[in-house]
């Protein structure tokens, strides 16, 4: 594992460099990968579990190891010393037991109060990854699965940087369908002066889309005007480019309404960016024998797929398959991406798999077992269903408006939020910006968060009135004990920043070392969620911090003890790695309730 400024990697990142210079040691004949997990048993914090497999490639050959026990003992003899380590122990057959240091584990929460959390950030083999995420098609509704896109691309996004990789957030938008054809046509039709009107021609993009789809349906003589509309537009006729142009615009500003309520940032490149770029890069699949003709269409092959990968139309025209291969070309050699990560619904997995096997078969991607390296990953994610079971609607059956429907969740819990003020008094304490800002925060962070806690193959139910419960596993909850955190700190009359500097933290207690043990696993949890692109691990390592807190809480009393400023300390840590989740994961944080 490389060593990155004062950077050192995970505790488990840290713990499998011990055990890799041990396995050298121990067995410089095989060349073996240290297998290392965190683990609950009685005898450790850590688990080494390479003692069995070593055990069987020995054979029985050596007179040194005469069981997978002894090799386990092996391993423990030649660890370098380090202060991370308490005790050791081989259990059961082989497994190589680890307990931390409760004083380094101390020294090291320390250690992330002093110098930031910057501190605890893991070490990833990726520099420059991309993430194509949330990508609407223009014009078309933006719906909640580009909801779904967009919340867990931009935390992955956001744990992509946080670990030091250069991340470009990519919006794939579909600007260059042929829908573009009915949608000129019908502007130019419908409103000759269009250009002078400008928007109020269009007025609402997805009724207007609506309007031209259904002439487009049930007029033969508009269709066909539409179809010569979408060959003057692709062959660059002025007059028609204006029209798209101006289309996009308007598509693009209601997409930003959603994102800004999100607090999402994108860079858009869309479908027509690459558009040029694909006669160059067909070329080049075909020079490498890649392309096939096939029933009229220019088609790829993959190996054990029966219908093959269209490149080009029966018509001529490319289609979303040529769009992304091109994209792929560019962000593999333009944009020197080396994981290329794209977020969509899982309906989309065959489109994904197919086109990652032409760019292995191109010898665009290497084979995974010789080298990792660039890689693309395709993030798939389940329906949003609603109470019903059903895919997700409003009453009217009609698609879900997206920022309508964050603004009933900031409305909902502005309304939650100003009761529950009234019943404690507190009211007056609060400036109208304080209750928009905290409403705002735990609305969408609930959205998010109802979102990002399922692992994402699964299908979630949206409900509002689950996702603002102010118990369980919610954003609702989390943001309030993180609240509560903070005003523990607060009543304690203490500088906590004096405290950083003076004060010593001590996990004496059983409950305090549970609570500092899960604290420095922080870094191998965001390690996992990006390493698997598994947003929910996060989530659940924040709801289980939560959990221990309130139980060290319970059974640790804080101020006024003799172990206050520790304690303090402890606290002070918890709610620093809970912002830092919650950041993570695109909440906003709240710090009074
Ligand atoms: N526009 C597509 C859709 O709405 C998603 C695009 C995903 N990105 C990609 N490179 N194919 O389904």
């Known amino acids: 594992i490389v060593q990155d400024g004062n950077r050192v990697g995970s505790v488990k990142q840290q713990l499998s460099s011990l055990f890799e210079a041990s396995l050298r040691a121990t067995f410089p004949e095989l060349n073996i990968e240290p297998m290392v997990a965190a683990c609950t048993a009685k005898f450790g914090d850590y688990q080494c579990n390479n003692a069995m497999g070593i055990w069987s490639k020995l054979k029985g050959a050596s007179a040194e190891f005469k069981n997978?026990?002894?090799?386990?003992?092996?391993i423990i003899s030649n660890l370098p010393p380090s202060e991370m380590i308490e005790s050791t122990s081989v259990a059961g057959p082989g497994f190589v037991n680890i307990g931390l240091s409760s004083t380094w584990m101390a020294q090291s929460i320390q250690n992330m109060l002093s110098n930031g959390i910057g501190t605890w950030a893991p070490l990833l083999p990726a520099s420059r990854v991309l993430v194509d995420f949330s990508s609407p098609n223009i014009a078309k509704e933006m719906h909640v699965g580009h909801l779904r896109s967009t919340i867990i691309g931009d935390t992955l996004a956001r744990m992509l940087e946080f670990s030091n990789a250069e991340v470009f957030r990519r919006n794939h938008v579909g600007d260059w369908g042929t829908q573009f054809g009915m949608l000129i046509q019908h502007l130019f039709e419908t409103f000759?002066?269009?250009?002078d009107i400008g928007e109020q021609a269009i007025g609402d993009l997805q009724e207007f889309y609506k309007a031209s789809k259904k002439r487009f349906d049930e007029d033969d003589l508009f269709k066909e005007r539409a179809q010569e509309a979408v060959v003057r537009l692709q062959s660059g006729e002025d007059k028609y480019r204006?029209?798209?142009?101006?289309?996009?615009?308007?598509?693009?500003?209601?997409?930003?309404?959603?994102?800004?309520?999100?607090?999402?940032?994108?860079?858009?490149?869309g479908e027509s960016f690459y558009n040029p770029y694909i006669p160059g890069v067909?070329?080049?699949?075909?020079?490498?024998?890649?392309?096939?003709?096939?029933?009229?269409?220019?088609?790829?092959?993959?190996?054990?797929?029966?219908?093959?990968?269209?490149?080009?139309?029966?018509?001529?025209?490319?289609?979303?398959?040529?769009?992304?291969?091109?994209?792929?070309?560019?962000r593999l050699n333009v944009e020197k991406a080396d994981w290329i990560i794209y977020v969509t619904?899982?309906?989309?997995?065959?489109?994904?798999?197919?086109?990652?096997?032409?760019?292995?078969?191109?010898?665009?991607?290497?084979?995974?077992?010789?080298?990792?390296?660039?890689?693309?990953?395709?993030?798939?994610?389940?329906?949003v269903l609603g109470s019903d079971g059903k895919r997700f609607r409003t009453r009217s059956s009609e698609v879900v408006r997206l920022v309508e429907l964050l603004d009933e969740a900031k409305n909902r819990s502005k309304a939650e939020l100003l009761k529950r003020?009234?019943?404690?008094?507190?009211?007056?304490?609060?400036?109208?910006?304080?209750?928009?800002?905290?409403a705002e925060a735990i609305g969408y962070g609930a959205v998010k968060y109802a979102d990002l806690k399922n692992n994402r193959l699964t299908n979630y139910t949206f409900s509002f009135d689950q996702?603002?419960?102010?118990?369980?596993?919610?954003?609702?909850?989390?943001?309030?004990?993180?609240?509560?955190?903070?005003?523990?700190?607060?009543?304690?009359?203490?500088?906590?920043?004096?405290?950083?500097?003076?004060?010593?933290i001590v996990l004496g207690h059983a409950?305090?070392?549970?609570?500092?043990?899960?604290?420095?696993?922080?870094?191998?949890?965001?390690?996992?969620?990006?390493?698997?692109?598994?947003?929910?691990?996060?989530?659940?390592?924040?709801?289980?911090?939560?959990?221990?807190?309130?139980?060290?809480?319970?059974?640790?009393?804080?101020?006024?003890?003799?172990?206050?400023?520790?304690?303090?300390?402890?606290?002070?840590?918890?709610?620093?790695?809970?912002?830092?989740?919650?950041?993570?994961?695109?909440i906003q944080p709240v710090y009074k309730i």
């Not at 996009?248 to 607090?263: A, K």
């Not at 080009?312 to 091109?326: E, F, I």
């Not at 798999?353 to 290497?366: D, E, H, Q, V």
């Not at 954003?475 to 309030?480: D, M, P």
Request: proline residues 2%.
């Open 345 to 383: 619904d899982v309906g989309q997995s065959l489109h994904f798999t197919m086109f990652f096997s032409a760019a292995k078969r191109a010898g665009w991607l290497p084979d995974s077992n010789i080298k990792a390296f660039p890689k693309t990953s395709h993030v798939g994610f389940g329906l």
């Open 192 to 195: 000759p002066n269009w250009e």
């Open 282 to 330: 067909l070329e080049e699949l075909s020079s490498k024998g890649l392309i096939e003709e096939s029933e009229g269409a220019r088609v790829i092959f993959i190996e054990g797929q029966q219908i093959p990968l269209i490149v080009v139309k029966r018509d001529g025209g490319y289609n979303y398959a040529s769009t992304d291969l091109a994209a792929l070309w560019y």
């Open 68 to 74: 997978p026990k002894s090799v386990g003992q092996g």
């Open 511 to 586: 409950d305090e070392r549970i609570l500092g043990l899960h604290l420095i696993r922080f870094a191998e949890n965001v390690e996992e969620a990006c390493t698997n692109l598994l947003p929910n691990v996060l989530c659940e390592y924040l709801y289980d911090l939560s959990d221990k807190f309130s139980r060290f809480y319970a059974s640790c009393q804080v101020v006024g003890s003799a172990e206050e400023t520790s304690r303090l300390l402890l606290c002070e840590a918890t709610a620093v790695v809970m912002r830092k989740c919650f950041h993570l994961l695109g």
């Open 421 to 438: 003020l009234e019943e404690s008094g507190k009211l007056a304490e609060w400036t109208d910006e304080e209750l928009e800002k905290t």
């Open 467 to 504: 996702m603002l419960n102010d118990k369980g596993n919610t954003a609702v909850y989390l943001l309030y004990a993180h609240a509560r955190i903070c005003s523990i700190i607060r009543k304690s009359g203490k500088e906590i920043e004096d405290l950083k500097k003076t004060g010593r």
């Open 242 to 269: 204006d029209a798209w142009k101006r289309i996009c615009e308007i598509s693009r500003r209601e997409f930003d309404l959603v994102y800004e309520r999100l607090g999402v940032h994108l860079e858009v490149k």
